[in-house]
């Protein structure tokens, strides 16, 4: 966070591009738990104040993805993959920052029509209610296979079990009447 880019080996600047990530995310975030999360990592106090602030500033609008890496060939002694780790959107970058994706951009609201399809289908003792005298099981069952036959199958199976069990209570009331 001091100098906004360190030249370290490749495996330890994959990790870091995730912390920093990580805790560039809880700056943004502006409240007290997030602060003390950036605490536990970030030891300085001048560069948690600059983390909280500025780079907070800095990024507000950006979805995700602070740091690059950059690979820089090998080390002489052990060849050693090398790479840099830099902040994006700053001066003197190596290379500058490539405009977001459209799929990283956030997601509109669904529509109330969408929330419809995926509202969990009412249970199946409404329907079997007004069942006329003659249903049986199979035929409740067969009708709430068709109506639901877009639900996954272990849906299905429940709902299927709890129309027979509520069939069979509607039965052995209407025996109790007659």
């Given at each position: 966070?001091?100098?906004?880019?360190?030249?370290?080996?490749?495996?330890?600047?994959?990790?870091?591009?995730?912390?920093?990530?990580?805790?560039?995310?809880?700056?943004?975030?502006?409240?007290?738990?997030?602060?003390?999360?950036?605490?536990?990592?970030?030891?300085?106090?001048?560069?948690?104040?600059?983390?909280?602030?500025?780079?907070?500033?800095?990024?507000?609008?950006?979805?995700?993805?602070?740091?690059?890496?950059?690979?820089?060939?090998?080390?002489?002694?052990?060849?050693?993959?090398?790479?840099?780790?830099?902040?994006?959107?700053?001066?003197?970058?190596?290379?500058?920052?490539?405009?977001?994706?459209?799929?990283?951009?956030?997601?509109?609201?669904?529509?109330?029509?969408?929330?419809?399809?995926?509202?969990?289908?009412?249970?199946?003792?409404?329907?079997?209610?007004?069942?006329?005298?003659?249903?049986?099981?199979?035929?409740?069952?067969?009708?709430?296979?068709?109506?639901?036959?877009?639900?996954?199958l272990a849906a299905r199976r429940v709902l299927e079990s709890e129309a027979r069990a509520a069939l069979e209570e509607q039965q052995q009331e209407q025996r109790q009447r007659r």
């Amino acid at each position: 966070m001091q100098h906004e880019r360190i030249h370290t080996t490749l495996a330890r600047a994959k990790q870091l591009r995730k912390l920093a990530d990580r805790v560039i995310t809880w700056a943004k975030q502006g409240d007290k738990t997030a602060e003390r999360r950036v605490e536990r990592v970030v030891r300085t106090e001048r560069e948690r104040h600059s983390l909280l602030t500025r780079l907070a500033e800095r990024y507000g609008d950006r979805p995700g993805g602070y740091t690059r890496v950059l690979r820089a060939g090998t080390r002489d002694r052990d060849a050693a993959e090398m790479a840099f780790v830099e902040l994006v959107d700053r001066e003197g970058e190596l290379r500058p920052a490539r405009p977001s994706p459209e799929w990283s951009r956030p997601l509109p609201p669904p529509s109330a029509a969408h929330m419809a399809r995926r509202a969990r289908p009412p249970r199946a003792r409404p329907f079997v209610a007004g069942a006329e005298d003659e249903d049986t099981a199979p035929e409740v069952v067969l009708r709430l296979r068709e109506k639901y036959a877009h639900l996954p199958l272990a849906a299905r199976r429940v709902l299927e079990s709890e129309a027979r069990a509520a069939l069979e209570e509607q039965q052995q009331e209407q025996r109790q009447r007659r």
